[in-house]
């Protein structure tokens, strides 16, 4: 004879022991979780939508790199190293040069602006001064101002 006590389950209304009302709260456990997985899902879901609409250029470059990755990471194979080897040997030389050019013509605007880098430096360094002046400046009128303040004892 078993000493726990005989319940009825809600759907059956058979008799169940202790050990099935463990079942059954187990069971409840396990839907509540999926029911809280689902709700996640979904939510991040349109999330992930709004984000999508919000930036789709962000998307569009996140896309992009992922390409780039996934292309970087499969093997090639022998035949597309004979169609493709060429191509992109010219595409490597043509943006190598487009970087050189866009790098040459930004030092020269940089130049015809006036700012190398020994101007920058200079720059930078009158920077430091004037904040080096305005700190100084500051302790020495929160001095004087603490010296004229009268006592108050």
């Known amino acids: 004879m078993t000493d726990q006590p005989t319940q009825r389950t809600p759907l059956t209304g058979a ?4 050990s099935n009302t463990v079942l059954g709260s187990a069971s409840q ?7 809280s997985v689902i709700d996640t ?13 919000g930036n789709p250029l962000a998307v569009l470059a996140g896309s992009i790199a992922a390409g780039v990755l996934a292309g970087a990471l499969l ?5 597309e190293t004979e169609l493709l080897g060429p191509v992109g040997k ?26 190398s880098r020994d101007a920058a ?10 904040v080096m002046t305005a700190v100084k400046t500051a302790g020495d009128a929160a001095a004087t101002a603490t010296k004229a303040a009268p006592d108050k004892d």
Do not use: C, H, M, Y
């Open 15 to 18: 008799n169940t022991t202790g």
């Open 29 to 35: 456990v396990a839907t509540s979780a999926i029911d």
């Open 41 to 53: 899902a979904q939510a991040a879901a349109r999330r992930t939508a709004q984000g999508i609409e």
């Open 75 to 79: 093997p090639r194979t022998e035949r």
């Open 90 to 115: 010219r595409l490597t030389e043509g943006a190598t040069a487009a970087a050189r050019a866009a790098r040459d013509a930004g030092t020269a605007e940089l130049i015809a602006a006036g700012i």
């Open 121 to 130: 430096r200079a720059q930078v360094g009158k920077l430091i001064d004037g």
